[in-house]
């Protein structure tokens, strides 16, 4: 029997040394990790199970057939983070450049069926060439049975992906079905085809980082969520993620403990708004003040910045925030901010998340750069984003709520559950000077002093929260400093909650 202890333990010394000792230095000293240390640092000390250790490729083309790595080029399994089951995948790139074989495939499909089976979360670490070049049609088939595992996991479990090295081809698109997306900063990049490939078909001289790195990716096109310094920020970053998430769409987020006090009184939020309602303020400075210990895990904080999203707690709820910025381009929603805020608002309505609004917003905008660039059908989507969200949704509305947007942040009529306003609301059809000018244009065309009486009657009149209030769309007419009581409360009040769409095979959101 020793001698088969033996073999074993010698085989498994070799599959752990992935491709080879020398590789895997050369890694350490380009300043990454290997795959499986990123596991170690992820994962609860000890909890690592893994599978198919041995498990090893089948081609036998282009002299493959000489080269065995046992465990082909990704480590699979499943573990604990903060005590909670999650499974995992680590592409190891020492490993033929952690490119995707068949039986790669088949390792990472056998971790997201379980994850799929048992209601736990799913984390892959992505470092891979993409399909592997000398297995052809079998690594295609195996990225796309990867692809409809990510589809059928999508909205039952969290899944999520850190890019920590190169992520070219096919394997750009597992990360884009998952609901978050990280990636490492200079060690990392994504793209369909490699700079080599792009100067052939469009003649551009491109670099990697130019093309897909973390820069790129989370502030131009909005593939990516994060961008951190480096692979242990990543770890970090996707450990506090979960830490708002629920196992499976069946269960709660996990309740965080806290001793700050839900009554706490904050006056500095009576003096926030300035009194001329054109000049900015930093939304982000209400959300730190009246959450849990001001913590606020911001997400695309670097792209779309006209309106915030990210997770906070509240009295211990998690809850999925979404703001308008009114410190950037006024906080109006144009193409990028509608499709950031509908994606994340769907995200949390999946996974039970409660949403919290706080709306400042002057409207859509205008112009021929928005409407080219379809900003009627990407309005509709934040709008039906909230419209189909069946889980808590509290408002508050702290400054503008005009025309179009007003409806569309999670406003009564689209179910919001409680709907608050601080006495600064301005919430009408239109600002007072559009207003004004269709209302009166002739009349005031040349009296400056008309005019100026008739925008001072419109504020007056309509740009408050009293019209909405008397209707019963503004719930109470709040004391700022009273906002986090208020919240806490409304959330406790709506722990409950129960509400349904009608039955059919899904909705046709405009994509
Ligand atoms: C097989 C690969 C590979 C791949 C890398 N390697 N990618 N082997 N298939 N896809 C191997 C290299 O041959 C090399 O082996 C080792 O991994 C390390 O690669 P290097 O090129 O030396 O590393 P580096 O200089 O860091 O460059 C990394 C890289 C580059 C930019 C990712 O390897 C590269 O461009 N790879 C190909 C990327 C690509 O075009 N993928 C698309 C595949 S098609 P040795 O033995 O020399 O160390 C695809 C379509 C799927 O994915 C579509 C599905 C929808």
Same mark, same amino acid.
């Given at each position: ?10 085989? +498994?010394?070799? #599959? ?15 300043? +990454? *990790?290997?795959? +499986? ?64 074989? %068949? ?12 994850? *799929? ?7 892959? *670490? ?10 052809? =049609? ?41 609901d978050f997306?990280l ?9 369909? &085809? ?5 100067? &052939? ?17 989370t /502030?131009?096109?909005?593939?990516a969520h994060l961008a951190v ?8 970053a996707?450990?506090q993620l979960l830490s708002y998430l ?7 987020p996990?309740?965080k ?25 930093d939304m982000k400075h209400i959300i730190e003040?009246i959450t849990d210990d001001g913590i606020f895990f911001e997400i695309q904080p670097d792209y779309a910045q006209n309106i915030i999203i990210g997770f906070a707690h509240f009295?211990?709820?998690a809850v999925g925030l979404v703001a308008n910025q009114?410190?950037h ?8 901010s509608?499709?950031k805020g509908?994606r994340f608002v769907?995200c949390c309505?999946?996974f039970?998340i409660p949403i919290v609004t706080l ?25 039906? #984003? ?50 004004? %000018? ?22 007056? /009149? ?19 400093? +009273?906002?986090?009581?208020? =919240? ?24």
């Amino acid at each position: 029997m020793q001698n088969k202890i033996d073999t074993l333990l010698a085989l +498994r010394q070799q #599959a752990l040394q992935g491709g080879g000792i020398d590789r895997q230095k050369k890694r350490h000293k380009s300043g +990454r *990790l290997n795959a +499986r240390e990123r596991i170690e640092l992820l994962l609860d000390d000890g909890s690592f199970e893994e599978f198919d250790l041995f498990k090893t490729h089948r081609c036998t083309q282009f002299g493959m057939e000489q080269k065995q790595f046992p465990g082909d080029g990704v480590i699979t399994g499943y573990g604990t983070i903060d005590g909670r089951l999650i499974y995992v995948f680590s592409q190891d790139f020492t490993v033929v450049g952690g490119s995707l074989s %068949e039986t790669h495939a088949e390792k990472i499909c056998k971790v997201m069926d379980m994850a *799929l089976k048992n209601g736990a979360p799913i984390i892959g *670490l992505n470092d891979s060439g993409g399909a592997r070049i000398q297995e052809g =049609i079998e690594s295609l088939a195996g990225y796309a049975e990867i692809f409809q595992r990510n589809v059928m996991c999508s909205g039952v479990i969290p899944q999520l992906s850190a890019i920590m090295g190169p992520c070219a081809g096919g394997a750009v698109y597992s990360p884009a079905l998952t609901d978050f997306t990280l990636m490492v900063r200079e060690h990392s990049y994504m793209f369909l &085809t490699g700079p080599k490939v792009v100067k &052939t078909v469009t003649h551009e001289d491109v670099d990697v980082e130019t093309l897909g790195g973390a820069e790129v990716h989370t /502030t131009r096109s909005g593939v990516a969520h994060l961008a951190v310094d480096n692979e242990r920020m990543a770890i970090s970053a996707l450990q506090q993620l979960l830490s708002y998430l629920p196992q499976n769409n069946m269960v709660p987020p996990p309740i965080k403990e806290t001793d700050d006090p839900p009554a706490r009184n904050i006056t500095q939020l009576n003096g926030l708004i300035p009194s001329d309602s054109n000049r900015p303020y930093d939304m982000k400075h209400i959300i730190e003040l009246i959450t849990d210990d001001g913590i606020f895990f911001e997400i695309q904080p670097d792209y779309a910045q006209n309106i915030i999203i990210g997770f906070a707690h509240f009295n211990g709820i998690a809850v999925g925030l979404v703001a308008n910025q009114p410190n950037h381009m006024a906080g109006v929603l144009d193409n990028n901010s509608s499709i950031k805020g509908a994606r994340f608002v769907r995200c949390c309505d999946a996974f039970n998340i409660p949403i919290v609004t706080l709306v400042d917003v002057p409207g859509f905008m205008p112009g021929t750069v928005q409407e080219y660039g379809g900003i009627i059908r990407n309005g509709a989507k934040i709008l039906y #984003a909230y419209a189909e969200a069946t889980v808590p949704k509290v408002t508050i509305t702290t400054r503008k709520a005009y025309g179009g947007a007003y409806c569309v942040m999670s406003s009564k009529h689209l179910r919001g559950d409680i709907n608050y306003a601080w006495p600064s609301a301005e919430i009408a059809v239109m600002g007072a000077k559009g207003a004004v %000018e269709l209302l009166y244009g002739k009349e005031i065309a040349n009296d400056q002093q008309l005019m100026q009486e008739k925008e001072t009657h419109y504020n007056e /009149t309509f740009a408050t929260p009293y019209a909405a209030a008397q209707r019963g769309y503004i719930d109470d007419v709040i004391l700022p400093e +009273r906002t986090r009581l208020r =919240i806490c409360k409304a959330l406790t009040m709506l722990a409950d909650k129960h509400d349904t769409n009608p039955p059919r095979k899904h909705g046709n959101i405009p994509l």
